[in-house]
């Protein structure tokens, strides 16, 4: 009977090695490649989590870069605005030096033809209206009130140059025509003559009147004068 236990009891020992080196090793064997594979697992996560970090990170980095663009454009469109208003302020600064620089000029010629013995020429008539036209039309009126009342007889008729231009402003033409008439008659009527010439000159009517109410007028249309002591003759022009 001892017997028969011992050998039921080896049976089972064996039976249990059996089974031990038989199920252990497999088991082993079947979790070896789970525990690799979630290793590897593990790696793909972690390529997985950085990429999709990166895809995260990318469109904050455009948007910071548009953010720059948009920044950069922004500060270009004010450099751009600075620079047209410093443009026009230049132009500005430019355009009234260019007019003090006239007026200088304009005053100095009127002290020179004042200070001068030289009579009126054509070259001097043209080199006062070449000077009158450089002044700004702003500055033009005080200009020329300062040439009628400064200059002589001798040097009025440097002022003819613009008198006969009837582009000119009509104030600067009747300043000049009305001080004219206050000159000698070697001044004035042939002024009135030469402006009679051109009937859509500003002055044509006003000098036409002077002349008719002189009897100039028909002088010089030829016309039969009366005289004082009442013989007649009749005129022409030469």
């Not at 304009?106 to 001097?124: F, G, M, N, R, T």
């Not at 702003?138 to 231009?165: C, K, M, T, W």
């Not at 009305?178 to 009517?205: C, G, T, V, W």
Request: hydrophobic letters at 35%; glycine letters at 4%; charged letters at 30%.
């Amino acid at each position: 009977m001892n017997r028969y236990k011992m050998l039921i009891g080896g049976l089972l020992i064996s039976a249990i090695a059996i089974i031990v080196y038989t199920v252990l090793p497999q088991k082993m064997l079947s979790s070896s490649p789970k525990t690799k594979g979630s290793a590897k697992e593990a790696v793909q996560s972690s390529a997985d989590a950085k990429k999709t970090a990166k895809l995260l990170a990318s469109p904050k980095r455009n948007l910071r870069e548009k953010t720059g663009a948009d920044k950069q454009t922004s500060d270009e469109s004010v450099d751009v605005s600075d620079g047209a208003k410093l443009s026009e302020k230049t132009k500005s600064e430019a355009k009234r030096a260019a007019a003090e620089k006239a007026v200088n000029a304009w005053e100095k010629l009127i002290d020179d033809l004042v200070a001068s013995k030289e009579p009126s020429s054509a070259k001097q008539r043209a080199g006062v209206k070449e000077a009158f036209d450089q002044l700004d039309q702003g500055d033009q009126l005080d200009a020329i009130h300062r040439a009628v009342n400064l200059l002589p007889d001798s040097q009025f008729e440097s002022l003819l140059g613009i008198l006969y231009d009837k582009s000119e402003n009509a104030e600067v033409l009747d300043i000049i025509f009305s001080d004219a008439l206050n000159r000698s008659e070697d001044i004035k009527l042939p002024m009135m003559k030469e402006l009679i010439k051109d009937n859509q000159h500003p002055m044509y009517f006003e000098s036409a009147r002077i002349l008719d109410a002189t009897g100039e007028l028909d002088k010089m249309s030829g016309k039969t004068q009366t005289d004082a002591d009442g013989t007649t003759e009749t005129t022409t022009d030469n």
